[in-house]
């Protein structure tokens, strides 16, 4: 079966630019986590939805970090004034109880 | 707050030897141990995952993990490893059903023939 999607897969964009990312989550699958692994180092936990409500954003760095899940199923982080630190690849899973499936993750650049 | 430390950044092993790779993690109660696999440009796939119960868990792909109490640890094990195990190895830690994760640094398995 289908597993999560990410679009795009890599993403540059110049320091300033604003940036959205997608998670298409595994049909059904109701937790929905975005992480961010930036080079050499683990996945770090940004942001967690249940359905539509994002239930914990503690790990998002900034206020220029915003996500959205409208209908409880796709969900978009968006990235505003990139910064080059925010150079990483971001992750998404989903999950339907303990174990979380991971996306291939999109890959961003800040020139 | 929880915490995951894989002492070893880089191990290299010979193709058919035994592989240990390390993980000790910081939680006052008892957490959900997880291990999962990463290849380059690939996403993260689940090797094993401990919740309670038996202490040794089986995986996917020939993997066990022993997840023991007393040190902390949850090592991840393999008693021959072939050449297509070489990636990064990240261990992880959940502290709630269904919640957030944390993760350690990961380790790069090379494998050599």
């Known amino acids: 079966g289908a597993g999560v999607s990410q679009s795009p897969r890599y993403k540059v964009a110049k320091r300033g630019q604003d940036v959205a990312l997608r998670c298409d989550p595994i049909?059904?699958?109701?937790?929905l986590f975005w992480y961010q692994q930036a080079l050499g180092q683990g996945p770090e936990f940004l942001t967690y939805?249940?359905?539509?409500?994002?239930?914990?954003k503690s790990g998002l760095p900034s206020d220029r970090f915003f996500a959205e899940r409208p209908e409880g199923s796709v969900s978009t982080l968006k990235i505003q004034r990139t910064q080059q630190e925010d150079s990483a690849v971001y992750l998404c899973?989903?999950?339907?109880?303990?174990?979380?499936?991971f996306g291939p993750g999109t890959r961003l650049t800040v020139t | 707050a929880q915490s995951v430390t894989q002492p070893d950044i880089h191990i290299t092993v010979s193709e058919g030897a035994s592989l240990e790779l390390r993980c000790n993690y910081s939680y006052g109660a008892t957490p959900y141990l997880f291990w999962y696999v990463q290849s380059p440009g690939q996403g993260l796939q689940l090797l094993l995952k401990y919740f309670s119960g038996d202490t040794l868990v089986q995986g996917i792909k020939g993997f066990e993990a022993e997840f023991k109490r007393s040190q902390s640890s949850f090592n991840l094990r393999k008693p021959s490893v072939h050449w297509s195990d070489a990636a990064e190895y990240f261990c992880?830690?959940?502290?709630?059903?269904?919640?957030?994760?944390?993760f350690g640094a990961g380790t790069i398995l090379r494998v050599k023939s």
């Open positions: 992880a830690v959940g502290t709630e059903y269904g919640n957030k994760l944390v």
């Open positions: 899973a989903s999950s339907l109880a303990t174990e979380q499936y």
């Open positions: 049909s059904g699958h109701v937790s």
């Open positions: 939805f249940q359905n539509e409500a994002q239930l914990d």
